[in-house]
């Protein structure tokens, strides 16, 4: 507005020699022409819809500065053991009340598709319509029987049913068996990374800035809402639309950080030789993920997780104005994905008896999972199971617990954690560091030590509601109950838990592994009920 003021008066000041008359003579032949030239210059000057995107701006073209990059973090100071030994299987003494495991039944409602084909409403078939006929006369006694005329009989009426209508939208994709689809507007596709220099990205944004990109916006934030996405499937949301939208990989990390500072999210951009690089803030470290430091705040470059870092880059000091929100991994509720269920089942055997758990599972879910960067291990330990999940991993133990005294029965489900799987280090199995979901140790065939940590813990606390915590050493991850039972304990605060490890095959609750009994623990995870 203050340009748009600046600038009517120096086109006043040309005709500053003119007379008053002619002045208001050309205005009044010229009216038209000049609302136009008004227009114009409305539009060159306002251009950007959110106040501040000006400021903002500006930022991107002051001078920028070298950053350095800092190692990711990794999750174990040593490999963790490529091999464990088992223990000697022997009967613990029983102790505590008998159990009997309640398992509530799960009531699902199976979430709305977001497609990309509308239904219509539902047509209704209008019946035949007969016209009634007049009754036939009765011919009296001894008369000529009249003649009678019948209405001919009407043609039915039946309503067009018409085909469903397809709406298209200019990106359609397939989010974790979900599909959804999103309209760009034309001149937020046609923004690009040019020259690939520092002005390219405020070129960029300018184009990004002017152009109608609300509605987009608020879609995701729809689609989020509904899908009940927590930050990382934001970030996943956000990352599938750029890379439909841009076939250059810098245009679509553009076009990401713009769209997660309009979300809210504290992004930063920057350049590491000629290409772009997104970083995104969190409080929480994300292990073996470069990083680079803006004051006291740290931000990870997401897409070189486990591959490494991206060396020195330029960038500017200042967030967006008003969006300062962190990438929070956790996961207190799970998405609200469509079903893909599947089933498999765990076997295994303790003392001569073979022993076999059915399990459920959403594979998009798992899929997602999958996705995961390495968090701290308080997201894994405290995410939830698929209700459908839980209840048929319940229900399958609960017909080998129930009826045990409290110890028995807790000594089973480590024997069911530890010997239902194959023991497997990550960079094995997947070539990197991974810590697994409870839903995906049960998914997948091989894990590691503190994927039996996770799902130990979440079954312990769901059908004993019994305190227990991660348990981690330098190079391995175990568990400890808060049980009044007998055996090796560690101190936790003022308070003594018992040591139970999912990966010890064959040990009690109570048996460390050799190795570990002498060393103090390097930290503890709280497992929250």
């Known amino acids: 507005m203050l340009q748009n003021r600046v600038g009517e008066p120096k ?51 002051e001078q ?28 613990p003494k029983s102790v505590g009340p008998k159990i009997n ?102 070129n960029f944004f300018d184009v990004a800035a002017s152009s109608g990109y609300e509605a987009l916006v608020n879609d995701i934030k729809s689609v989020s809402s509904e899908l009940g996405l927590n930050d990382w499937g934001v970030y996943l949301l956000v990352h599938e639309i750029a890379n439909h939208a841009y076939s250059n990989a810098d245009d679509a990390k553009l076009f990401s950080w713009f769209v997660f500072n309009k979300l809210g999210y504290a992004v930063r951009i920057g350049l590491a030789e000629k290409h772009v690089v997104l970083l995104h803030y969190s409080k929480k470290i994300i292990y073996s993920t470069p990083n680079y430091n803006f004051g006291d705040k740290k931000y990870y470059v997401i897409s070189n997780y486990a591959k490494g ?35 498999k089942m765990l076997s295994f055997e303790q003392f001569g008896n073979k022993f076999s758990v059915p399990v459920v599972y959403n594979k998009n879910l798992v899929d997602f999972m999958n996705t995961y960067p390495q968090a701290d291990y308080d997201t894994f330990f405290n995410a939830p199971l698929d209700p459908r999940t839980y209840e048929s991993l319940a229900k399958g ?28 280090r990550d960079d094995q199995q997947f070539g990197r560091e991974k810590v697994m979901f409870a839903q995906e140790t049960l998914f997948f065939d091989k894990s590691d030590c503190e994927d039996r940590a996770v799902l130990f813990s979440y079954l312990i606390k769901e059908l004993f509601g019994v305190s227990i915590l991660g348990v981690k050493y330098k190079d391995h991850m175990a568990t400890a109950l808060y049980v009044p039972m007998q055996g090796d304990v560690v101190k936790a605060g003022s308070k003594e838990f018992v040591v139970a490890d999912p990966t010890y095959i064959n040990a009690n609750i109570g048996q460390s592994m050799p190795k570990y009994k002498p060393k103090e623990p390097e930290s503890f995870i709280i497992v929250k009920k």
Do not use: C
């Open 11 to 61: 086109l006043f000041k040309r005709f500053g020699h003119f007379s008053l008359a002619l002045l208001l003579g050309f205005s009044l032949l010229h009216a038209e022409s000049f609302e136009d030239f008004k227009r114009s210059q409305a539009e060159a000057y306002q251009k950007y819809k959110d106040e501040r995107d000006n400021a903002f701006n500006n930022y991107l073209k």
């Open 64 to 91: 920028w500065k070298a950053y350095n990059a800092f190692k990711g973090t990794p999750l174990y100071e040593e490999p963790k053991p490529k091999k464990i030994e088992s223990a000697k299987a022997v009967k």
């Open 101 to 202: 495991v309640v398992v509530k039944k799960i009531e699902y409602k199976e979430p709305e598709v977001l497609s990309n084909v509308v239904a219509p409403p539902a047509k209704e078939i209008t019946q035949p319509t007969i016209m009634p006929q007049e009754p036939k006369p009765v011919a009296k006694p001894q008369e000529t029987p009249a003649i009678v005329q019948i209405e001919p009989k009407p043609k039915e009426q039946i309503t067009k049913i018409e085909p469903p209508k397809v709406v298209k939208y200019d990106i359609e994709f397939d989010f974790f068996g979900t599909k959804i689809g999103f309209d760009i507007d034309k001149k937020l596709q046609n923004a690009r990374f040019y020259p690939q220099t520092q002005e390219g990205i405020a």
């Open 309 to 343: 870092s991206v060396g020195k880059l330029y960038s500017y000091n200042h967030d967006y104005p008003g969006s300062t929100k962190e990438l929070d991994l956790s996961l207190p509720t799970l998405p609200n994905f469509a079903s893909d269920m599947q089933k």
């Open 397 to 424: 133990l609960k017909g080998y617990i129930d009826g045990k005294q409290a110890s028995d029965a807790m000594n089973f489900v480590l024997h069911f954690v530890q010997k239902s799987f194959d023991y497997e």
